[in-house]
C-alpha cells in the first residue's frame, strides 16, 4: 500500500507538471522530433515528441496536451521508445556477432584480433577499434545475416483474433488478457532466428508455431513445429499432417521462475532438422527431429491460451542465419582461457594470439596451432583484469535497428547525428532515425511495481 501511494505521488506530481506547462503561455514549437514513449523508473510514461536532448537541459520532451516543450532531467529516465524506426540498408551481410563485457552487441564483419586491440567493421560506425579485453564473444554467420523483420511497429501484416479483446497493438508491443492468436507469414528461410522479449503479469502458457502455412489459427491439422512456453520451461511438438503429434521434448528454464520478462530465441535449420531455443542469449536446449523438418509454411503464430494473465511481446526480430548452433560453455561466463568452437564440433582451449588474414593462431598446452577461420563457429575469450566503468547520468544504451546495441555517454542529440563516447571504441556518431529505444540510468534497476519485478508495465489490454 506504501509503495502504491509513492507512485501515485509521484505520477501527480508528473501530471501536475504537465498541467502547469498547459496553463503557462503558448511558445512557438520546434520543428517537429521524433515521435515515442517517454518511460519513468516509477511506471509512469509519456507519449510525444522528443524535440531536444543534452546534457546541459536535460531531455526536452512534447506533449499533444502541452503548450510548450517540457524538460526532464535523466535521474528518473528509464527509457525512450521511438516510433516509425527505419534500418540502414547495407550491400554486405554482417558475418559476425560481437559480445562485449559491458552489455553492448554489434553485427559486422571481423578485420583483426591482436594482443591488445581488435578491430571490426559495421554499418553504422564503419571501422572501429576496442581494446581486446573489452571483448567477451564472437560468433560466425559465414552465410552472413540479414535481419528480415523487427519490430512491432503497427498491425500491418499481422493476423489477429477478433473482437476488441484480442492481442491488441500498443507503444511497439503487443499485448493480450484472453485467449487467441496472433500470426504473421514472414516466408522464413531455410535457416531462421526468431527473437522476442516476453513479458507477463501472472503464471501464464504461450503457444509459438513455427513455419506453419495457416498463421490465422492454430491448427493441429497443419505441418509445423509448436512450442509451448510457461514461467518455467519451454516444451516443443511436431505436428505433422496426417501423422498427428509428437513430443519432442522440453526445456526447463529456471530464471523465469524468478522474473517476469525473458528474451527467448528460436534459432531453426531445415537442412539438419535442428531446433534450438536460447534464453536470455544462452542456450536452453537444442532438438532433432529424426523424421526431418515437417514444416511446410513460413508463418509464425503466437497463441494465448489463458484468460487473466497479460502477455506482452516486444522488440521481434526475424533473420536469416547460417543454421548453426553454438553448442559451448555459456557467453556469460568468462572461461579461464580462450576457447574457439568448431564446425566439427570440436573445442580448442588454450590462448588466442592473433586472428588475421583468413586464420587464428592459437596456443594450446600441446601445440601452437594455425586455424582457418571459415572452421570457428565461435571465440569466447577468457577472463581479463578489466574494471568495470561507472556509469554516468548520461551513459545509454542504444538499441539500432537492424541489430546491435552499444552505450556511450551522450555528448549531442541532433536532427541528423547522435554523438557521443563509448568506452570501449571511443567517440561514436549514429543515425537518430535508426535508434529503436534508448536506455538511461544503465545500472539502475526498476522499483517492483514498475519493472520486471512487478505486473504494472503491463496493463490490461483496453476493453
Not at 191 to 219: K, Q
Not at 390 to 406: D, F, L, S
Amino acid at each position: 500500500m506504501k509503495g502504491e501511494m509513492e507512485m501515485r505521488s509521484r505520477n501527480a506530481g508528473l501530471m501536475i507538471g504537465l498541467l502547469l506547462a498547459v496553463m503557462l503561455p503558448a511558445v512557438t514549437r520546434a520543428a517537429e522530433g521524433p515521435a515515442g514513449l517517454l518511460e519513468f523508473f516509477d511506471g509512469a510514461a509519456l507519449h510525444g515528441r522528443l524535440q531536444s536532448m543534452n546534457p546541459d537541459r536535460g531531455v526536452g520532451w512534447e506533449h499533444p496536451e502541452a503548450s510548450k516543450r517540457i524538460d526532464f532531467r535523466p535521474a528518473n529516465i528509464a527509457s525512450i521508445q521511438f516510433d516509425d524506426v527505419k534500418s540502414i540498408t547495407t550491400t554486405v551481410k554482417p558475418t559476425c556477432r560481437f559480445r562485449f563485457r559491458n552489455g553492448d552487441e554489434l553485427y559486422g564483419n571481423l578485420a583483426s584480433i591482436g594482443e591488445e586491440t581488435i578491430e571490426l567493421e559495421t554499418w553504422f560506425g564503419g571501422s572501429l577499434k576496442a581494446p581486446r579485453e573489452s571483448l567477451r564473444s564472437v560468433e560466425f554467420f559465414w552465410k552472413g545475416f540479414s535481419v528480415q523483420y523487427e519490430g512491432p511497429t503497427g498491425t500491418n501484416g499481422w493476423v489477429m483474433s477478433r473482437g476488441a479483446r484480442g492481442w491488441q497493438y500498443r507503444d511497439s508491443s503487443f499485448t493480450t488478457s484472453v485467449p487467441g492468436v496472433l500470426g504473421r507469414d514472414f516466408k522464413l528461410p531455410d535457416s531462421s532466428s526468431i527473437e522476442f522479449d516476453l513479458s507477463w503479469s501472472s503464471p501464464f502458457t504461450m503457444g509459438l508455431t513455427l513455419y506453419t502455412e495457416a498463421v490465422d489459427r492454430f491448427d493441429y491439422s497443419v505441418s509445423s513445429y509448436v512450442f509451448y512456453i510457461s514461467p518455467s520451461q519451454v516444451s516443443l511438438q511436431r505436428m505433422q499432417s496426417g501423422a498427428g503429434v509428437t513430443s519432442l521434448g522440453r526445456a526447463e528454464i529456471p530464471t523465469m521462475q524468478r522474473r517476469n520478462k525473458v528474451r527467448l530465441e528460436f534459432r531453426c535449420s531445415r537442412e539438419d532438422s535442428t531446433i534450438a531455443v536460447f534464453a536470455d542469449g544462452q542456450l536452453a536446449q537444442r532438438w532433432k527431429d529424426a523424421s526431418g523438418f515437417v514444416g511446410k509454411g513460413g508463418g509464425v503464430v503466437f497463441s494465448s491460451q489463458m484468460d487473466g494473465p497479460v502477455i506482452r511481446l516486444s522488440n521481434i526480430r526475424v533473420s536469416e542465419w547460417d543454421g548453426r548452433v553454438e553448442m559451448g560453455k555459456p557467453t556469460n561466463a568468462a572461461p579461464a582461457g580462450d576457447m574457439a568452437f568448431l564446425a566439427n564440433r570440436d573445442k580448442v582451449i588454450g590462448t588466442l594470439k592473433s586472428a588475421r588474414d583468413g586464420k587464428l593462431a592459437f596456443s594450446t598446452a600441446q601445440a601452437d596451432l594455425a586455424i582457418p577461420m571459415q572452421r570457428v563457429t565461435q571465440l569466447v575469450l577468457g577472463r581479463t583484469n578489466e574494471l568495470p566503468v561507472k556509469a554516468g547520468p548520461w551513459e545509454v544504451r542504444a538499441h539500432v535497428a537492424g541489430g546491435g546495441i552499444v552505450a556511450f555517454q551522450l555528448d549531442r542529440w541532433g536532427e541528423q547525428e547522435v554523438a557521443g563516447t563509448s568506452s570501449t571504441f571511443g567517440k561514436l556518431a549514429l543515425n537518430p532515425r535508426s535508434i529503436r529505444q534508448l536506455q538511461f540510468n544503465l545500472s539502475r534497476q526498476r522499483s517492483p511495481g514498475a519493472g520486471e519485478s512487478g505486473d504494472n508495465d503491463l496493463p490490461e489490454p483496453d476493453e
